[in-house]
């Protein structure tokens, strides 16, 4: 059992940067590949990036590939998205997820955060 917690969320201008927290719970957060994913209103949940277990493969979507970047600290129980350069268009809740290995597919990820709202201005 994985509990997510995020954080980092907010309001802030087109061109500027936000990092997004996600803290988990449990002593099994090195086991779990990470994933990041975000929903717009009337819109599904699309995939943004996934992080391996150990923080050595990344994925990334091809909207936010160059301007946002996952790591985790398995120390601190934490993944972090660092998202630069923000965009109009990247205004959604953003959600932490976890699970035994990387996926892009948001329905194989069988742990959620609460999500995050992140809204950037034009």
């Known amino acids: 059992q994985v509990q997510l917690i995020e954080s980092g969320g907010g309001l802030v201008q087109a061109g500027g940067s936000l990092r997004l927290s996600c803290a988990a719970s449990g002593r099994t957060f090195s086991s779990y590949a990470m994933g990041w994913f975000r929903q717009a209103p009337g819109k599904e949940r699309d995939f943004v990036a996934t992080?391996?277990?150990?923080?050595?493969?990344?994925v990334y979507a091809d909207s936010v590939k160059g301007r946002f970047t996952i790591s985790r600290d398995n120390a601190k129980n934490t993944v972090y998205l660092q998202m630069n350069s923000l965009k109009p268009e990247d205004t959604a809740v953003y959600y932490c997820?976890?699970?035994?290995?990387?996926?892009?597919?948001?329905?194989?990820?069988?742990?959620w955060g609460q999500g995050t709202q992140v809204t950037v201005s034009s």
């Open positions: 997820a976890a699970r035994p290995r990387r996926a892009m597919n948001p329905n194989e990820y069988a742990y």
């Open positions: 992080i391996s277990a150990s923080g050595g493969s990344t």
